[in-house]
Each structure stands twice: as C-alpha cells, then as structure tokens.
C-alpha cells in the first residue's frame, strides 16, 4: 500500500513548493492542506518546534524543509552517485536557501526606511552574487545546477523562482541563460507541469509589510 503523505503549510509558494514538487515529480499523491495566516496561531502550539511546513506520512509527522526534501529525494533517485555529489547538492541548496533567506529578509523588515536600503541592497548586491555563481555552477554542470544530472538541487531551486521575482518585481534569471535551462528541464518533467498548472498561484506574502517603492 502506498503511502500516506500530508504538507502543511500556508497558503504560499514558498518553503513549502520545494516538498509539493518533489512529491509532485515523483508522481506521490498527498494532501496538500493549506493554511490561513488567520489560523497560524492557534495552530502554531500543534507544530513541531511551532513551524511549518510539516511532513505527515501515515501518522509519523517531520518538520524542517530542506531536511524532508532529501528524504523525499532519496525516496526518488534524485540524490549524487557518491557522497562528494551528495556533499555538491547539499551546498548547493544550503546556498540557494541563503539566497531566498536575504531576500525575504528585507520584506520582513518592519521600519520602512530601513527595509527600503535592505530591499535595494538585495536588488543591487545580494541577488547579482549569487545569481553569478550560481550560472557558473550551471553552466559547468551542463545545464544542472550542483552535478552534471538531474537532482534534487534542481528542483529546489526552481521550486523558488516565481516567489522570489514576485517579491523583487523581476526576473532573477533575465541574464542567466544556464539557471534558465535548470529551470526549463524541470518545468518540463511532466508530473511537475501538471502541479504547477493547477496548484494555486499565491506567491506573494499579502499579509505581511510590502517593500518601499519610493
């Protein structure tokens, strides 16, 4: 009998995409329960260490993203032949999850002048760094982001995309050639096209302080 999987998490494209899209590539059924920011904090309390997104498979439940993200790739044949690929992918994500973290940093800041040079600093300095790197990698993995195949590297990253050009208003990958083609094999495996045409378009954190756009 196959198993029972759960996602927890809010109503957003983000933490939560990477575990949905593994589950997704690997053609896992699972209950992708959504929640309301309304309802967090009387649900917070029932969470693991209070957090989501939480992974439930048949009764058993597991928190921290990246961590159900390689369990979930494990279980999918997305992992590295040997540990030194396994070491690549794994830092590789770790980077990534940086590069999402910075940027998300500056939406959170709550004094408007303040997150107005944070918001300007990501668009001139942290999103150029990394976008470099991260198309050199590309470019000498063969269109692969951590090793010359397919893993899970690439679906967590591509799992990020739209949330992260919906909060800086661009796109992240305009001038990187080879992160667009990680992204366009993703998108092209089957399973992940027929998620992301139906899963629901919420990409933007509504409920918390916009950016200055002065």
């Known amino acids: 009998m196959a198993p029972h999987y759960k996602v927890t998490y809010f109503d957003l494209n983000a933490v939560g995409e990477p575990i949905r899209v593994l589950l997704s590539y690997g053609g896992l059924e699972f209950e992708d329960i959504r929640v309301k920011f309304k309802d967090w904090p009387s649900l917070k309390p029932k969470m693991p260490y209070g957090q989501v997104p939480i992974l439930e498979c048949d009764g058993k439940v597991a928190h921290q993203h990246i961590a159900i993200c390689r369990y979930l790739a494990k279980k999918l044949k997305l992992t590295g032949k040997d540990d030194w690929e396994d070491l690549m992918i794994d830092s590789t994500v770790d980077t990534v999850n940086d590069l999402r973290t910075k940027i998300i940093k500056s939406y959170y800041e709550p004094d408007p002048s303040l997150r107005k040079k944070l918001f300007k600093t990501v668009l001139d300095e942290t999103i150029p760094y990394y976008i ?36 800086v208003e661009k796109d992240i990958l ?3 050639p080879n992160l667009q083609a990680v992204k ?3 998108w092209a495996v089957p399973n992940v096209k027929k998620w992301m045409d139906k899963r629901p378009q919420t990409f933007k954190l509504a409920d918390f302080p916009q950016p200055s756009k002065e």
């Open 132 to 167: 470099e790197r991260l198309e050199a990698q590309a470019k000498a993995n063969g269109g692969f982001l951590a090793v010359p195949k397919l893993t899970w590297a690439d679906v967590y990253f591509t799992s990020f995309i739209e949330f992260l050009n919906a909060h």
């Open 174 to 176: 305009a001038n990187a």
């Open 184 to 186: 366009n094999k993703v």
